[in-house]
């Protein structure tokens, strides 16, 4: 059986910096051909306009496809499905596919929509990005502009017009895999401590937080996640059944990108053959825990195999497997870590030595 195209679903509320985002991870695509599907709604079409003037070879305007029929969520049968069909039959198709949710969009029903028969077996949710407006949420508002979303809202008549900001902002964090709190320059520092903590707090068990400015992530902290959240639609449950929407341009505070990745950090661990490859991915996951780190990859020299032993972690969840012989390589292990800057590299070290 082919291997299935990973999709990343991006959500967040108006002005959160989604289009930012994404507009990043074309940039440092470093040649993987993405495919967007933007959730438009209205006539202004203002987010594919700016991803479409990227330039990006590894995502041309033909791979752009805009839904303006309303909120993604409510239109699932009649606009979404057709579209990824259309998209997954094409004779070039994506490494991976991208779609931003309006901003006041359910990813539940999103999400549920990928183990429709037309589509199961060819794609698979890889991860959901929740983008937050760090300086929104701090100051109670979750959404930089209230009176925007709430006319936008108005909008589109399948939506509720009644529930509150803060509800809806909690099926969001419900259904994330991972939570961007982004606009980081604009909080104090103990102001983003203290909101990364209470949102690591609400969310699911493994679900990573990170802090950006202008959506300025690795590419391989965003994509790759492979969590396959269509089959796990019971941990991510809505918490009110309620549709919404909006159409967003990304009301971000800056006009281009002026903010690196110095806020990361990667570094690589080389240790000797292990003898228990089960206890060392254990290991592994509690060292991950521990240390808050987001992504850890690399192969492991296992005493009396000899193939070597594939591993990647994203946050606490550890896949192993045997994927070729070292050959004339040296049999050691080699491990590459990745954080937010500040990492205790040598404690790190230590841990997974010991």
Known sequence: MAQKIPATIVTGFLGSGKTTLIRHILQNANGKRIALII????DLGVDGDILKGCGEETCTEDDIMELSN???CCTVAEDFVPTMEKLLARENAPDHIVIETSGLALPQPLVRAFNWPAIATKVTVDGVVTVVDGRAVVD??????????DAQRKQDENLDHETPLSELFEDQIACADMIVVNKADLL????????????RSESRDGVQVVKSTLGALPVDVLLGQGVGAEADLSARHEIHHHHHHHD???????????HGHDEFESFIVTLNEITDHAGFAQKVSDVIRTHNILRLKGFVAVQGKPMRLTLQAVGP???TYFDQPFGEQKRETKLVVIGEAGLDQDAIRAALSA
Do not use: P, W
């Open 248 to 258: 967003e341009d990304d009301d971000d505070h800056h006009d281009e990108h002026t």
């Open 188 to 199: 104090s520092a103990e102001e983003i401590d203290a909101l990364v903590g209470k949102l």
């Open 317 to 319: 969840r550890v896949d």
């Open 140 to 149: 109670g508002q979750f959404a930089h502009n209230i009176a925007a979303v």
């Open 70 to 72: 309303g909120c993604i």
């Open 39 to 42: 959730n438009e709604f209205g």
